[in-house]
């Protein structure tokens, strides 16, 4: 079974996709499941794991509201308040919602690069962990250091890096983003092998890529790598079939199994998620 492990649906009417204000054209209007679908046939892709784009537990409704009703949607990754007095409370209860896998915080457009390592959050991670919902990180290379020193105090997180942390491939920069992603790798974290496109110059080829694609491969490997397309994200620098088979060349090199965990068996094991 293949699963695109990370896409989006946003309505910009909805007005809490500020990042959006700041977006180029091409992906201010609406994505919904029948703008997806099509890719998803091409593909030979059966399921799909929904990711929160917007600050808001209004969004994460709409989204879950979103995947009760589309078939090929496996689960939603939604938001909450990690600073709110009673997150602990939140995460509570989005974990008794059906079809809520797991919870998302914007890392990456918080000024503070070491907000991850804050200890007011401590209890907010506890719950987490206690609920069994799954932490995927939207992070940047200078968030790295914080989310190690998450992971060393809560052990039991379940954690899945966003975008490979998004290193800066068109800027070539590799060298510091690597031992980094090797020492988050070592903790058991999983990632996700999404996104690398965007962070590309235009008109990239897969060979830009594979420098970093082989990061990811080596350092996780099979059992911890998932493949996500990051639609309609992706569509400002790509689109989905060249993504798509521009991730079949990068993992040319691994086994068939090998090959059918990162496009799928990967994102059922750790989101918990099946035919």
């Known amino acids: 079974m293949r699963i695109d492990a990370h896409q989006h649906f946003w309505r910009p009417a909805r007005g809490d996709y500020g990042w959006l204000e700041r977006a180029p054209a091409a992906i201010v209007r609406d994505f919904m ?3 997806l679908a099509p890719h998803l046939a091409a593909g030979a892709i059966e399921r799909t794991i929904l990711v929160q784009a917007a600050p808001s537990e209004a969004e994460t409704d709409f989204l879950l509201e979103l995947a009760a009703r589309t078939g090929f949607v496996a689960g939603v990754v939604g938001w909450i308040d990690f600073e709110a007095p009673n997150a602990v409370d939140r995460v509570r209860a989005a974990a008794a919602r059906p079809g809520l896998l797991g919870l998302r915080p914007m890392v990456q457009d918080i000024a503070d690069a070491g907000w991850l390592a804050r200890a007011d959050l401590d209890p907010v991670f506890d719950a987490i962990v206690e609920t069994g919902l799954r932490f995927d990180a939207l992070v940047r290379p200078a968030n790295l ?5 998450r992971i060393a105090r809560h052990p039991g997180l379940r954690v899945v890096i966003d975008h490979g942390a998004k290193p800066d491939i ?3 920069e590799l060298a510091g983003w690597r ?6 790798a070592a ?4 990632c996700k092998l999404s996104g690398l496109a965007t962070e590309a ?4 080829r897969p060979a830009d890529l594979r420098p970093y694609a082989d990061v990811l491969i080596e350092a996780f490997g099979p059992s911890r790598l998932m493949w ?3 639609w309609p994200v992706l569509n400002l620098n790509g689109d989905y079939a060249a993504w798509s088979d521009a991730a079949d060349a990068l993992l ?6 090998d090959q059918a965990r990162v496009r799928g068996g990967t994102a059922a094991e750790f989101y918990g998620v099946g035919a």
Not at 179 to 184: I, T, V
Not at 187 to 190: E, L, N
Not at 252 to 257: I, K
């Open 33 to 35: 499941p029948d703008d």
């Open 145 to 149: 250091a914080a989310l190690g020193r």
């Open 170 to 172: 068109a800027g070539g």
């Open 179 to 184: 031992e980094a992603m090797r020492a988050l």
């Open 187 to 190: 903790t058991g974290a999983y």
């Open 201 to 204: 110059a235009p008109g990239w």
């Open 228 to 230: 996500g397309s990051d």
């Open 252 to 257: 040319g090199g691994l086994s068939a199994d």
